[in-house]
Nanobody
Framework: QVQLVESGGGLVQAGGSLRLSCATSGRAFSTYVMAWFRQAPGKEREFVTAIRWSSGSTYYADSVKGRFTISRDSAKNTMYLQMNSLKPEDTAVYYC??????????????????WGQGTQVTVSS
């Protein structure tokens, strides 16, 4: 089993920054991909960014490129999402997710086996 626990959400003004954390436990992560998804009210859960744990290779949705940065600290088994230049349309519940995957990353929620409980990010205009 893999346990994921998010933290760091909150309320911020447009143009501000937040950093989310996802603490992991349970299994070795050398062959895992970890990702952030988000879900706004009335919308589907959407891919935000992902990282291959072993190589550190990253992938971003076009809507967050240049503003968000995903990273991981292997010693702490923790993944981070640094969010800068936040916009009201970034308001959503943010979820971290994980899956075992040999190549590439998954862009669909169905491709991930493990999920955190979510953390609310609200960006005011």
């Amino acid at each position: 089993q893999v346990q994921l626990v998010e933290s760091g959400g909150g309320l911020v003004q447009a143009g501000g920054s937040l950093r989310l954390s996802c603490a992991t436990s349970g299994r070795a992560f050398s062959t895992y991909v970890m990702a952030w998804f988000r879900q706004a009210p009335g919308k589907e859960r959407e891919f935000v960014t992902a990282i291959r744990w072993s190589s550190g290779s990253t992938y971003y949705a076009d809507s967050v490129k240049g503003r968000f940065t995903i990273s991981r600290d292997s010693a702490k088994n923790t993944m981070y999402l640094q969010m800068n230049s936040l916009k009201p349309e970034d308001t959503a519940v943010y979820y971290c997710a994980a899956t075992h995957r040999v190549h590439g990353v998954g862009l669909r929620r169905e491709e991930y086996n493990y999920w955190g409980q979510g953390t609310q990010v609200t960006v005011s205009s």
